[in-house]
């Protein structure tokens, strides 16, 4: 029976690899130039998982320099850091091209709390960044819950006096947690705003997570065109705070909550977009960029948002000068400064680029974390996705089977034209909202070989467009 079981496994075994090599490619179907091709996207990836440099940057990032809030000595130290790096990694040239930068800061940590059958519950919150902050005694009222923005709007005088509790839940039949995340991050940016004008006094949102957690997840919110003096405080409250403050509100709706915060909003603040490249060998002019935000929220150290997009990006250049691989074009890698509260890195470099005459023909960005790769998602014109969709055949052994159209990314977004190809890095998402600017986004939760696998996935699709946009005239009209 022994041996029977040994055979049975050893067939299975065989037949699975014989499977896995069938669903790869046949190379003996490839043209030169893609023999060519797939050698050299082989020769990426066995460098990356070889002699990959991006896990040891993030460490370094994550431990000497930690969270990078827009204005802070954090994303000071982060410039310098960035720009020593590429540095050393040889590029072309590097230079910082100076913005002016929003600087909030959180203060002391952050109250809340309410009694419930005569037991005081402390409540994890924290402040949303751009919040004003509480009185410095703190604001107790209250609680209506809301599922949405919508609902909110319906409030009217109900809200007046009263603390707005947003307790809209990710939908989880969803398979990708970014769109769920597009699906109730409305009411973190815009509950300020919505209530504010009918007089409540504070808001509560549940933080952006598909998890039940006790982390309490912050984020940018706005008060939109509401006068200065109806701007109230607005905190997140962690998922299962926000479960068991909705369950204890049904009982008694009644309760009085008590929140304090002490944030405030300084003046701008100067910083840099950290800028550096390989001159292209054919066309010098024409650019192609990729890169991430340096900046993070201050909870934790920034490890998946964004700081594993920041070391991927330097790893498409390292990789390409490993292999000896000379881009036809010029790369560009782009440190961005202020995705997360303000956009003024993205908005900088793409009025920059104007304003000198630059010629873009493609750009790349990872802000979606360094988990497992999936593929990409493409917003260009109609000749550039199906172009970029024949390399399937070239990205798939390597796990990359989602070359889609949709969104690429937020700092990459200014340099839209129908003439220029974005390009979204898309790794699995199921894990990223655990961890999205909450204070668990730390270093020991990214995967050295998923954080490989990324930089060597970015940097076979960076050679694939180096090598054939520029050839489908990607300018012509």
Known sequence: MKKLSILLFGLILIVSCKQENKNSYNINSFSSEEKIDSTNIKQLFSSALTEGKSYEWLRDLTSNVGSRLSGSEGAAKSVIWGE???????????????????????????????????????????????????????????????????????LGEKANGKIVFFNG???????????????CVGQRFAGAATVGKFGAKAVIVRSMTNGIDDYPHTGSMGYGDIPEEQYIPSAAISSRGAEILSAHLKENPKLKFYLKQSCKTLPDAPSFNVVGEIKGTENPDKIMVVGGHLDSWDLGDGAHDDGTGIVQSLEVAYLFKKNNIKPKNTLRIVFFMNEENGMRGANEYARLAKVNGELHIGALESDAGGHTPRGFSIDANDNNIHLLQSWKKLLKPYGLHDIVKGGSGADIGPLKDDHVTLVGYRPDSQRYFDYHHAASDTFDKVNKRELELGSASMASIVYLMDKYLYNQEVLKP
């Open 84 to 154: 020593k790096l590429m540095k050393e990694v040889g590029l072309d040239s590097v230079w910082l091209q100076p913005v002016m930068v929003p600087h909030w800061v959180r203060g002391d940590k952050e109250v809340a709390n309410y009694t419930f059958n005569g037991q005081k519950i402390n409540v994890p919150v924290c402040a949303l960044g751009g919040s004003i902050a509480t009185p410095s005694n703190g604001i107790t009222g209250e609680i209506i819950e809301v599922k949405s923005v919508e609902e909110a709007e319906n």
């Open 169 to 183: 839940r990710f939908d989880n039949t969803l398979i990708n947690t970014f769109k769920a995340y597009g699906g």
